[in-house]
Each structure stands twice: as C-alpha cells, then as structure tokens.
C-alpha cells in the first residue's frame, strides 16, 4: 500500500522516540534477551543448537567450522 500525504502525520521528535523506543526496547528484552523458562536458552542459542542437530554435528563427529554452523542459522 503505498503511502499517501493524508498518510503523513507531523509528530514531536521526542514524543516518537519516546514511545517508540519503549516499545523497541520491550520487545528486545522480551524476546531476545531473557532465558526461556523452559530449557534456561535465549532464541540465538536455541537456533544455533538446532542448525547444529540439522548439519549432524555431534560429540562423535568430524569437527567444523563455527562460520558454517551460523551461517546455516
């Protein structure tokens, strides 16, 4: 949908960031920063374990490369 000048609303500098960098911030801790209760992991650790699992990697096998495995995630 592409935007119109009725679309445009003059705002406060201040007041935008303000709101929206709470809202930014929340979301952060929220989603990325906390451990999840359930296994003690943040969402980059648990992608990363399961690129791992995907590639075979395992206490047995060949070693690689961390670039490998993150580039994979």
């Known amino acids: 949908m592409p935007d119109t000048k009725d679309d445009i609303r003059p705002e406060e500098l201040s007041k935008a960031l303000a709101e929206r960098y709470l809202a930014y911030a929340l ?31 395992a206490p047995a096998s060949a070693p690689k490369k961390s670039a490998k495995v993150v580039g994979d995630v």
């Not at 451990?35 to 990363?48: C, E, M, N, S």
């Open 27 to 57: 979301s952060t801790i929220t989603q990325r920063a906390l451990p999840d209760a359930r296994d003690g992991l943040k969402p980059v650790h648990r992608r990363i374990l399961f690129g791992m699992r995907r590639l075979g990697l």
